[in-house]
């Protein structure tokens, strides 16, 4: 019985370290590379990765999003009453649009960190 409480304490210290991640962390200085009126959306996915959302506007122009958020909690954040005290969270997130025109070619962008 004492190696099975054993075992449950340990998954539950392992599990309350766990980082939850959404998107991919976009990395912005890329976003220099893109030229207004020759890069395409196929050229600046190639670049920045794929994004996290595509919508296509009612004006023509194509908006790619890139969203990423990461958030953190330490084992003590776990503690039953004390956590809200003890623990310590973290947060990261940034989310950028970039805009094609109706031709599909690169007008500007928008967002960050």
Not at 67 to 82: E, H, M, T, V
Request: charged share 20%; net charge positive; proline share 3%.
């Amino acid at each position: 019985m004492k190696k099975i409480l054993t075992a449950a304490l340990f998954a539950l210290v392992l599990t309350a370290c766990v980082d939850t991640t959404t998107g991919v962390k976009m990395d912005s200085s890329k976003l220099d590379q893109l030229q207004a009126g020759t890069t395409t959306i196929e050229q600046a996915k190639s670049l920045l990765g794929e994004p996290t959302g595509v919508a296509k506007n009612p004006d023509g122009t194509v908006t790619l999003t890139y969203f990423y958020s990461k958030n953190g909690q330490d084992a003590k954040s776990y503690i039953p009453l004390a956590g809200t005290f003890l623990g310590k969270g973290t947060h990261e997130s940034s989310m950028t649009f970039v805009q094609f025109d109706q031709k599909g070619k690169y007008m500007k962008w928008w967002g960050g960190q």
